[in-house]
C-alpha cells in the first residue's frame, strides 16, 4: 500500500483499539486532510474523535496537551511542515517540559504528524524541514518512516508511547508502494536499520532522502562501489549502535538530508560518529543535503534537493581519501 493509505490505517487501528485515542488538525475530517491521509476516518469514528479544528496551530496543540493531561491520546496534524512554527511555543515550552517539570508524575502521549521536506512543486513555507529545530529540544521525540510498513508500524508505536512524539511524514513520498504487515512484530521505533548492506561506504539518510540514497547505491554499484545504506528512522534519539557498527566496518560515512547541512541532523551525526569511530575512519565524515537558504519556488526546487548526482558527488569525494 502507499504510504499515506499506511499511515490512514495506522490510524484506524490506534482509533479502533483505544478510545482514547483522538485525531486533531484543520481538514483531517470532512475533507479527509489535503492529502487525504485520514479520509474516511471521520465518517466511521465520530466528529468527536476525529476532529476539525479551526486554523490555528498553537491551539491545536495547546488543546492536545489539555486532553493528554486528562487521559487521551491526542494525534494532532500539522498541515503542513511551515505551519508548526505558530505552534512552537507550545511544543518546546509545554509540551517537551511538563514530563520534567512535575518532577514524572505527569505524561503528555501526544503524537504531532508533520508532512514535511519538498518535491511536491509547492508554494513558500510547504516544503521545509524543521526537524533539527525539535530535536534540540530535550522532552521530544522525532521519528520519520521512508516506507510503508514503518510508516505503519512506527505511527502505532508513536501513539503508544507515554511520550511527546513529533512523526515527520515524507510528503513527497506518499504514494510510494510498499508491503506492510499488520501482523508482524514491530522492531523498537528508535532504531536505525541497514537497509542495503555494503563494504565500501557508509550512507545514512532518513525520511525521504532514503529513497534517494538506494539509488545512489544502485548507480554506484554499476561503477563497482558496495554502498550500505542505513535508514535512521529515528532523529532523536538516534541509534548510534547501529551506525558505528557499520561505518567501523566500511570506514567512511556520508550522511544526506533534505534539511540545509549547516547546523542540520547530520552535523551531530558527523560529530557523533567522529568521536566514535576516530581510529576506524579513512575519510572525514560528508554531509550532502539542502543549502542554507530559504526554500526555493518550485521551479528551482530540483536544483535545492540533494539529488542523485549530488549524493554520488559526496561519495566520489569520500571514496578519494
Same mark, same amino acid.
Request: glycine share 8%.
Given at each position: 500500500?502507499? #504510504?499515506?493509505?499506511?499511515?490512514?490505517?495506522?490510524?484506524?487501528?490506534?482509533?479502533?483499539?483505544?478510545?482514547?485515542?483522538?485525531?486533531?488538525?484543520?481538514?483531517?475530517?470532512?475533507?479527509?486532510?489535503?492529502?487525504?491521509?485520514?479520509?474516511? *476516518?471521520?465518517?466511521?469514528?465520530?466528529?468527536?474523535?476525529? /476532529?476539525?479544528?479551526?486554523?490555528?496551530?498553537?491551539?491545536? /496543540?495547546?488543546?492536545?496537551?489539555?486532553?493528554?493531561?486528562?487521559?487521551? +491520546?491526542?494525534?494532532?496534524?500539522?498541515?503542513?511542515?511551515?505551519?508548526?512554527?505558530?505552534?512552537?511555543?507550545?511544543?518546546?515550552?509545554?509540551?517537551?517540559?511538563?514530563? !520534567?517539570?512535575?518532577?514524572?508524575?505527569?505524561?503528555?502521549?501526544?503524537? /504531532? +504528524?508533520?508532512?514535511?521536506?519538498?518535491?511536491?512543486?509547492?508554494?513558500?513555507?510547504?516544503? @521545509?524541514?524543521?526537524?533539527? *529545530?525539535?530535536?534540540?529540544?530535550?522532552?521530544?521525540?522525532?521519528?520519520?518512516?521512508?516506507?510503508?510498513?514503518?510508516?505503519?508500524?512506527?505511527?502505532?508505536?508513536?501513539?503508544?508511547?507515554?511520550?511527546?512524539?513529533?512523526?515527520?511524514?515524507?510528503?513527497?513520498?506518499?504514494?510510494?508502494?510498499?508491503?506492510?504487515? +499488520?501482523?508482524?512484530?514491530?522492531?523498537?521505533?528508535?532504531? !536505525?536499520?541497514?537497509?542495503?548492506?555494503?563494504?565500501?561506504?557508509?550512507?545514512?539518510?532518513?525520511?525521504?532522502?532514503?529513497?534517494?540514497?538506494?539509488?545512489?547505491?544502485?548507480?554506484?554499484? %554499476? $561503477?563497482?562501489?558496495?554502498?550500505?545504506?542505513?535508514?535512521?528512522?529515528?532523529?532523536?534519539?538516534?541509534?548510534?549502535?547501529?551506525?558505528?557498527?557499520?561505518?567501523?566496518?566500511?570506514?567512511?560515512?556520508?550522511?544526506?538530508? %533534505?534539511?540545509?547541512?549547516?547546523?542540520?541532523?547530520?552535523? @551531530?551525526?558527523?560529530?557523533?560518529?567522529?568521536?566514535?569511530?576516530?581510529?576506524?575512519?579513512?575519510?572525514?565524515?560528508?554531509?550532502?543535503?539542502?543549502?542554507? !537558504?530559504?526554500?526555493?519556488?518550485?521551479?528551482? $526546487?530540483? @536544483?535545492?534537493?540533494?539529488?542523485?548526482? +549530488? #549524493?554520488?558527488?559526496?561519495?566520489?569525494?569520500? *571514496?578519494?581519501?
Amino acid at each position: 500500500m502507499p #504510504i499515506a493509505k499506511a499511515v490512514n490505517n495506522a490510524l484506524r487501528a490506534a482509533l479502533e483499539s483505544d478510545p482514547k485515542v483522538l485525531v486533531m488538525g484543520e481538514d483531517v475530517g470532512k475533507l479527509g486532510g489535503v492529502f487525504r491521509v485520514t479520509d474516511g *476516518l471521520q465518517k466511521d469514528f465520530g466528529e468527536e474523535r476525529v /476532529i476539525d479544528t479551526p486554523l490555528a496551530e498553537s491551539g491545536i /496543540i495547546g488543546t492536545a496537551i489539555g486532553l493528554a493531561l486528562r487521559g487521551y +491520546r491526542p494525534v494532532a496534524e500539522i498541515q503542513f511542515d511551515g505551519f508548526v512554527f505558530p505552534a512552537y511555543d507550545q511544543i518546546v515550552t509545554q509540551l517537551a517540559k511538563m514530563h !520534567a517539570r512535575a518532577l514524572g508524575m505527569v505524561r503528555l502521549p501526544v503524537v /504531532i +504528524r508533520i508532512p514535511f521536506a519538498g518535491g511536491i512543486g509547492a508554494v513558500e513555507h510547504h516544503s @521545509e524541514c524543521p526537524e533539527a *529545530l525539535f530535536a534540540h529540544v530535550p522532552g521530544l521525540k522525532i521519528v520519520t518512516p521512508a516506507n510503508s510498513s514503518d510508516a505503519y508500524w512506527m505511527l502505532r508505536q508513536a501513539i503508544e508511547c507515554d511520550d511527546p512524539v513529533i512523526f515527520f511524514e515524507p510528503k513527497s513520498r506518499y504514494w510510494d508502494k510498499g508491503e506492510v504487515n +499488520r501482523a508482524a512484530i514491530p522492531g523498537p521505533l528508535h532504531a !536505525a536499520r541497514v537497509v542495503r548492506p555494503g563494504t565500501d561506504l557508509t550512507l545514512a539518510a532518513y525520511g525521504p532522502t532514503v529513497k534517494t540514497a538506494l539509488q545512489a547505491a544502485a548507480a554506484a554499484e %554499476e $561503477e563497482g562501489r558496495s554502498l550500505e545504506v542505513v535508514d535512521l528512522r529515528s532523529i532523536s534519539p538516534i541509534d548510534f549502535d547501529t551506525l558505528t557498527a557499520s561505518v567501523a566496518k566500511t570506514g567512511r560515512l556520508v550522511v544526506a538530508h %533534505e534539511a540545509p547541512v549547516f547546523f542540520g541532523a547530520g552535523a @551531530e551525526v558527523a560529530a557523533r560518529v567522529t568521536e566514535r569511530c576516530f581510529y576506524q575512519l579513512e575519510a572525514p565524515v560528508l554531509r550532502v543535503g539542502g543549502f542554507h !537558504a530559504p526554500y526555493p519556488p518550485a521551479r528551482l $526546487e530540483e @536544483e535545492f534537493l540533494p539529488g542523485l548526482d +549530488r #549524493i554520488l558527488d559526496g561519495v566520489d569525494r569520500a *571514496l578519494a581519501y
